[in-house]
Protein backbone atom coordinates (compact mmCIF):
# COMPACT_ATOMS: atom_id res chain seq x y z
CA UNK A 1 0.00 0.00 0.00
CA UNK A 2 0.97 3.73 -0.41
CA UNK A 3 2.03 5.58 2.75
CA UNK A 4 2.30 9.02 3.59
CA UNK A 5 4.14 9.55 6.99
CA UNK A 6 6.44 6.59 6.56
CA UNK A 7 8.79 5.44 3.36
CA UNK A 8 9.28 1.42 3.35
CA UNK A 9 11.64 -0.57 1.27
CA UNK A 10 12.64 -4.29 0.99
CA UNK A 11 15.62 -5.22 -0.12
CA UNK A 12 17.58 -8.80 0.49
CA UNK A 13 16.14 -10.37 2.94
CA UNK A 14 15.19 -6.30 5.36
CA UNK A 15 12.17 -4.23 5.93
CA UNK A 16 13.85 -0.21 5.87
CA UNK A 17 10.96 1.57 7.41
CA UNK A 18 11.84 4.75 7.62
CA UNK A 19 9.39 7.57 9.56
CA UNK A 20 8.65 10.54 7.04
CA UNK A 21 7.77 13.50 9.04
CA UNK A 22 10.55 15.01 8.99
CA UNK A 23 8.62 18.63 9.32
CA UNK A 24 7.39 17.24 12.54
CA UNK A 25 10.48 15.54 13.95
CA UNK A 26 8.71 12.57 13.10
CA UNK A 27 6.11 13.35 16.13
CA UNK A 28 3.20 10.43 16.28
CA UNK A 29 0.17 11.54 14.97
CA UNK A 30 -2.74 8.97 14.53
CA UNK A 31 -2.25 8.38 11.18
CA UNK A 32 1.82 7.62 11.44
CA UNK A 33 0.87 5.52 14.02
CA UNK A 34 -1.67 3.30 11.76
CA UNK A 35 0.53 3.43 8.93
CA UNK A 36 3.26 1.98 10.91
CA UNK A 37 1.49 -0.82 12.11
CA UNK A 38 0.35 -1.60 8.53
CA UNK A 39 3.54 -1.79 7.97
CA UNK A 40 5.07 -4.40 10.67
CA UNK A 41 1.84 -6.45 9.26
CA UNK A 42 3.10 -5.89 5.90
CA UNK A 43 6.82 -7.06 6.85
CA UNK A 44 5.55 -9.72 8.94
CA UNK A 45 3.72 -11.19 6.53
CA UNK A 46 6.11 -11.10 3.94
CA UNK A 47 8.19 -15.05 4.25
CA UNK A 48 10.89 -13.03 2.22
CA UNK A 49 11.85 -10.41 4.70
CA UNK A 50 13.69 -11.57 7.63
CA UNK A 51 14.29 -8.63 9.85
CA UNK A 52 13.00 -5.13 9.83
CA UNK A 53 14.78 -1.93 10.90
CA UNK A 54 13.11 1.19 12.12
CA UNK A 55 14.60 4.60 11.67
CA UNK A 56 14.15 8.39 11.08
CA UNK A 57 13.86 10.68 8.22
CA UNK A 58 16.07 14.07 9.04
CA UNK A 59 17.25 14.97 12.72
CA UNK A 60 14.84 12.63 14.49
CA UNK A 61 14.17 9.09 15.39
CA UNK A 62 11.03 10.57 16.73
CA UNK A 63 10.57 13.22 18.78
CA UNK A 64 7.44 12.03 20.95
CA UNK A 65 4.04 11.44 20.40
CA UNK A 66 2.21 14.56 18.56
CA UNK A 67 1.98 17.11 20.93
CA UNK A 68 -0.24 19.19 19.01
CA UNK A 69 -2.78 16.47 18.11
CA UNK A 70 -2.74 15.42 22.20
CA UNK A 71 -2.98 19.21 23.30
CA UNK A 72 -6.59 19.05 22.67
CA UNK A 73 -7.73 15.58 23.68
CA UNK A 74 -10.44 14.25 25.92
CA UNK A 75 -9.25 11.63 28.95
CA UNK A 76 -11.70 9.35 26.82
CA UNK A 77 -9.90 10.64 23.04
CA UNK A 78 -6.34 10.08 25.25
CA UNK A 79 -7.13 6.89 26.22
CA UNK A 80 -7.87 5.46 22.55
CA UNK A 81 -4.41 6.94 21.81
CA UNK A 82 -2.74 5.62 24.23
CA UNK A 83 -4.16 2.03 23.20
CA UNK A 84 -3.14 2.73 19.24
CA UNK A 85 0.12 3.05 20.87
CA UNK A 86 0.53 0.58 22.57
CA UNK A 87 -1.18 -1.68 20.30
CA UNK A 88 1.60 -0.73 17.70
CA UNK A 89 4.49 -1.32 20.00
CA UNK A 90 2.95 -4.94 21.22
CA UNK A 91 2.64 -5.23 17.69
CA UNK A 92 6.42 -4.79 16.99
CA UNK A 93 7.40 -7.07 20.50
CA UNK A 94 5.32 -10.09 19.81
CA UNK A 95 6.42 -9.62 15.68
CA UNK A 96 8.08 -12.32 14.56
CA UNK A 97 10.93 -10.67 12.91
CA UNK A 98 13.40 -9.23 14.80
CA UNK A 99 13.84 -5.40 14.91
CA UNK A 100 16.15 -2.98 14.44
CA UNK A 101 16.29 0.40 15.83
CA UNK A 102 18.43 2.54 13.89
CA UNK A 103 18.77 5.82 15.76
CA UNK A 104 19.37 8.34 14.23
CA UNK A 105 18.74 11.67 16.12
CA UNK A 106 15.62 12.61 19.01
CA UNK A 107 14.54 9.70 20.23
CA UNK A 108 11.68 11.22 22.50
CA UNK A 109 8.91 10.37 24.67
CA UNK A 110 6.98 8.11 22.29
CA UNK A 111 10.43 7.61 20.39
CA UNK A 112 11.95 6.13 23.17
CA UNK A 113 9.03 4.37 23.79
CA UNK A 114 9.01 2.57 20.35
CA UNK A 115 12.98 1.68 20.58
CA UNK A 116 12.10 0.19 23.51
CA UNK A 117 9.64 -2.52 22.29
CA UNK A 118 12.34 -3.29 19.68
CA UNK A 119 15.30 -6.10 19.82
CA UNK A 120 18.17 -4.56 19.03
CA UNK A 121 18.70 -0.68 19.72
CA UNK A 122 22.00 1.26 17.74
CA UNK A 123 22.20 4.93 18.18
CA UNK A 124 24.02 7.71 16.04
CA UNK A 125 26.29 9.39 18.72
CA UNK A 126 24.45 12.81 18.29
CA UNK A 127 21.23 10.90 19.29
CA UNK A 128 19.08 12.43 22.64
CA UNK A 129 16.94 9.95 24.15
CA UNK A 130 14.72 10.30 27.20
CA UNK A 131 11.25 10.47 29.03
CA UNK A 132 10.03 14.11 28.93
CA UNK A 133 6.50 13.40 29.26
CA UNK A 134 6.63 15.01 32.80
CA UNK A 135 7.53 18.25 31.20
CA UNK A 136 4.26 18.65 29.62
CA UNK A 137 2.41 17.72 32.34
CA UNK A 138 1.43 14.10 31.59
CA UNK A 139 4.10 10.78 31.65
CA UNK A 140 4.65 8.17 29.29
CA UNK A 141 1.57 6.69 27.83
CA UNK A 142 3.07 4.38 25.36
CA UNK A 143 4.55 1.71 27.80
CA UNK A 144 7.46 3.86 29.32
CA UNK A 145 6.77 3.78 32.94
CA UNK A 146 6.82 0.05 32.38
CA UNK A 147 9.59 -0.93 29.52
CA UNK A 148 12.09 1.90 30.79
CA UNK A 149 12.54 0.26 34.57
CA UNK A 150 12.19 -3.73 32.85
CA UNK A 151 15.39 -2.57 30.38
CA UNK A 152 17.46 0.25 32.79
CA UNK A 153 16.08 -0.59 36.50
CA UNK A 154 13.83 1.04 38.85
CA UNK A 155 16.28 3.79 40.16
CA UNK A 156 17.47 4.54 36.69
CA UNK A 157 13.65 4.35 35.27
CA UNK A 158 12.26 6.89 37.90
CA UNK A 159 14.90 9.45 37.70
CA UNK A 160 14.76 9.89 33.98
CA UNK A 161 10.68 9.78 34.44
CA UNK A 162 10.76 12.12 37.30
CA UNK A 163 13.41 14.81 35.93
CA UNK A 164 12.26 14.81 32.50
CA UNK A 165 16.24 14.72 31.60
CA UNK A 166 17.20 13.90 28.27
CA UNK A 167 20.48 11.62 28.03
CA UNK A 168 22.90 11.34 25.44
CA UNK A 169 23.60 8.24 23.62
CA UNK A 170 26.61 7.22 25.22
CA UNK A 171 24.94 7.50 28.56
CA UNK A 172 21.78 5.57 27.25
CA UNK A 173 24.64 2.72 26.19
CA UNK A 174 26.15 2.71 29.86
CA UNK A 175 22.36 2.48 31.12
CA UNK A 176 21.43 -0.40 29.01
CA UNK A 177 18.76 1.36 26.91
CA UNK A 178 20.74 0.91 23.62
CA UNK A 179 22.70 -1.51 22.45
CA UNK A 180 25.87 0.51 20.70
CA UNK A 181 26.67 3.78 19.50
CA UNK A 182 28.25 4.89 15.95
CA UNK A 183 29.89 7.93 15.01
CA UNK A 184 26.19 9.53 12.92
CA UNK A 185 27.82 8.71 9.03
CA UNK A 186 28.37 5.02 10.48
CA UNK A 187 24.86 4.69 11.37
CA UNK A 188 23.04 3.12 8.50
CA UNK A 189 25.96 1.01 7.27
CA UNK A 190 26.26 -0.53 10.75
CA UNK A 191 22.95 -1.22 11.29
CA UNK A 192 22.69 -2.89 7.74
CA UNK A 193 25.79 -5.24 8.58
CA UNK A 194 23.51 -6.36 12.12
CA UNK A 195 20.57 -6.87 9.74
CA UNK A 196 22.55 -8.49 6.75
CA UNK A 197 24.36 -10.88 9.36
CA UNK A 198 20.74 -12.22 11.10
CA UNK A 199 19.32 -12.20 7.22
CA UNK A 200 21.47 -15.41 6.99
CA UNK A 201 20.13 -17.23 10.25
CA UNK A 202 17.44 -19.54 10.45
CA UNK A 203 13.89 -17.22 10.76
CA UNK A 204 12.74 -20.28 12.76
CA UNK A 205 15.29 -19.78 15.54
CA UNK A 206 14.99 -16.06 15.60
CA UNK A 207 12.03 -15.87 16.06
CA UNK A 208 11.79 -18.47 18.80
CA UNK A 209 14.73 -17.06 20.28
CA UNK A 210 12.92 -13.49 20.34
CA UNK A 211 9.82 -15.12 21.66
CA UNK A 212 11.23 -17.05 24.72
CA UNK A 213 13.43 -14.06 25.56
CA UNK A 214 10.23 -11.99 25.32
CA UNK A 215 7.81 -14.21 27.27
CA UNK A 216 10.93 -15.73 29.69
CA UNK A 217 11.65 -12.16 31.36
CA UNK A 218 7.82 -11.91 32.45
CA UNK A 219 7.76 -15.68 34.10
CA UNK A 220 8.84 -17.60 36.71
CA UNK A 221 12.33 -19.20 35.44
CA UNK A 222 11.16 -22.67 35.99
CA UNK A 223 8.32 -21.63 33.76
CA UNK A 224 10.51 -19.91 31.09
CA UNK A 225 13.13 -22.87 31.30
CA UNK A 226 10.38 -25.36 30.43
CA UNK A 227 8.88 -23.12 27.33
CA UNK A 228 12.90 -23.59 26.67
CA UNK A 229 13.45 -27.25 26.35
CA UNK A 230 9.26 -27.34 24.34
CA UNK A 231 11.06 -24.53 21.42
CA UNK A 232 14.29 -26.36 21.36
CA UNK A 233 12.34 -29.81 20.76
CA UNK A 234 10.42 -28.65 18.22
CA UNK A 235 13.70 -26.92 16.51
CA UNK A 236 14.42 -30.62 15.80
CA UNK A 237 11.69 -30.79 13.65
CA UNK A 238 12.83 -28.55 11.22
CA UNK A 239 15.34 -28.63 8.00
CA UNK A 240 17.35 -25.65 9.38
CA UNK A 241 18.20 -27.61 12.47
CA UNK A 242 18.93 -30.92 9.61
CA UNK A 243 20.78 -28.13 7.49
CA UNK A 244 22.91 -26.39 10.41
CA UNK A 245 24.14 -29.30 12.11
CA UNK A 246 24.49 -31.07 8.11
CA UNK A 247 26.72 -28.16 7.20
CA UNK A 248 28.92 -28.12 10.37
CA UNK A 249 30.06 -31.54 9.66
CA UNK A 250 30.60 -30.97 5.95
CA UNK A 251 32.48 -27.60 7.19
CA UNK A 252 30.71 -25.42 5.09
CA UNK A 253 28.30 -22.23 5.11
CA UNK A 254 24.73 -23.50 6.27
CA UNK A 255 21.82 -22.32 3.20
CA UNK A 256 18.62 -21.93 6.07
CA UNK A 257 15.41 -21.69 4.31
CA UNK A 258 13.34 -20.68 7.77
CA UNK A 259 11.37 -23.96 7.45
N1 LIG B 1 4.85 16.70 18.59
C1 LIG B 1 4.49 17.58 17.63
N2 LIG B 1 5.36 18.39 16.99
C2 LIG B 1 6.66 18.31 17.35
C3 LIG B 1 7.11 17.42 18.36
C4 LIG B 1 6.14 16.58 18.98
N3 LIG B 1 6.46 15.67 19.90
N4 LIG B 1 8.43 17.60 18.52
C5 LIG B 1 8.80 18.54 17.64
N5 LIG B 1 7.73 18.99 16.93
C6 LIG B 1 7.67 20.02 15.90
C7 LIG B 1 7.82 21.41 16.50
O1 LIG B 1 6.58 21.87 17.00
C8 LIG B 1 8.31 22.18 15.30
O2 LIG B 1 7.23 22.46 14.46
P1 LIG B 1 7.03 23.99 13.85
O3 LIG B 1 8.24 24.17 12.98
O4 LIG B 1 5.76 23.86 13.09
O5 LIG B 1 7.00 24.91 15.02
C9 LIG B 1 9.19 21.17 14.55
O6 LIG B 1 8.78 19.88 15.03
C10 LIG B 1 10.67 21.33 14.85
O7 LIG B 1 10.82 21.29 16.27
P2 LIG B 1 11.65 22.39 17.09
O8 LIG B 1 11.60 23.71 16.39
O9 LIG B 1 11.20 22.35 18.50
O10 LIG B 1 13.12 21.78 16.94
P3 LIG B 1 14.36 22.02 17.90
O11 LIG B 1 15.53 21.45 17.20
O12 LIG B 1 14.43 23.41 18.39
O13 LIG B 1 14.03 21.11 19.21
C11 LIG B 1 13.31 19.10 20.35
C12 LIG B 1 13.99 19.72 19.09
C13 LIG B 1 14.22 19.32 21.57
C14 LIG B 1 13.16 17.61 20.08
C15 LIG B 1 11.95 19.78 20.58
O14 LIG B 1 11.23 19.77 19.36
C16 LIG B 1 11.11 19.09 21.61
O15 LIG B 1 11.34 19.24 22.79
N6 LIG B 1 10.08 18.32 21.16
C17 LIG B 1 9.12 17.68 22.04
C18 LIG B 1 9.73 16.45 22.72
C19 LIG B 1 8.73 15.85 23.66
O16 LIG B 1 8.32 16.45 24.62
N7 LIG B 1 8.34 14.57 23.40
C20 LIG B 1 7.37 13.87 24.20
C21 LIG B 1 6.00 14.02 23.61
S1 LIG B 1 4.71 13.42 24.67
C22 LIG B 1 4.67 11.74 24.43
O17 LIG B 1 5.45 11.18 23.67
C23 LIG B 1 3.61 11.04 25.20
C24 LIG B 1 3.59 9.57 25.12
O18 LIG B 1 4.34 8.87 25.73
C25 LIG B 1 2.53 8.92 24.36
Do not use: H, P, W, Y
Given at each position: MAFKNIIMEKKDGIGTIKINRPQ??????????????????????????????????????????DIKQMSTMTPLEAKEFAEMGHGLLMKIENSRLPFIAAINGYALGGGCEVLMACDICIAAKSAKLGQPEINLGIHPGFGGTQRLPRLVGRMKAKELLLTGRNID??????????????????????????????????KVQTDFIKSLVNKGVDIDLNSACSLEISYFASGFSTNDQKEGMKAFLEKRKPVFKGK
Open positions: ALNALNKDTILELSKAVDELGNDDKIKVAILTGKGKAFIAGAADEACSIGLVNSTVEDEKLMETVNKIAGRISEKS
